[in-house]
């Protein structure tokens, strides 16, 4: 059974700093592009960032450039997001999930497998 387990998100004031990590068990994701997405109260599901199979490219939604960053341990199976200098409109629910491509891909479309989500609080 093929299965992506975040870590606990948790509340932080802003300008903090949180990681999250996804660990993947079931099948070896070393060979595709993983990706962080959130979803915020009342609002669809949206791009974080992603990162290609051998974790050299990346790509980041706007808002989080330059504070966010994904990167990817394959003999772990493991994909992370650290999360500095944090704002309250960061606050979602985060997930992690597994595309179909081998590169960085910002398509929802694209990804086969999701975890559960893991809520993120960023309190003012």
């Known amino acids: 059974q093929v299965e992506l387990v975040e870590s606990r998100g948790g509340l932080v004031q802003a300008g903090g700093s949180l990681r999250l990590s996804c660990a993947a068990s079931?099948?070896?994701?070393?060979?595709?592009?993983m990706g962080w997405f959130r979803q915020a109260p009342g609002k669809g599901r949206s791009f974080v960032a992603s990162?290609?199979?051998?974790?050299?490219?990346?790509d980041y939604a706007d808002s989080v450039k330059g504070r966010f960053t994904i990167s990817r341990d394959n003999a772990k199976n493991t994909t992370y997001l650290q999360m500095n200098s944090l704002k309250p409109e960061d606050t979602a629910v985060y997930y992690c999930?597994?595309?179909?491509?081998?590169?960085?891909?910002?398509?929802?479309?694209?990804?086969?497998?999701w975890g559960q989500g893991t809520q993120v609080t960023v309190s003012s």
């Open positions: 999930a597994a595309s179909r491509t081998r590169h960085s891909t910002w398509d929802v479309y694209n990804y086969d497998y």
């Open positions: 079931g099948r070896d994701f070393s060979s595709v592009a």
């Open positions: 990162i290609d199979w051998h974790g050299i490219n990346a």
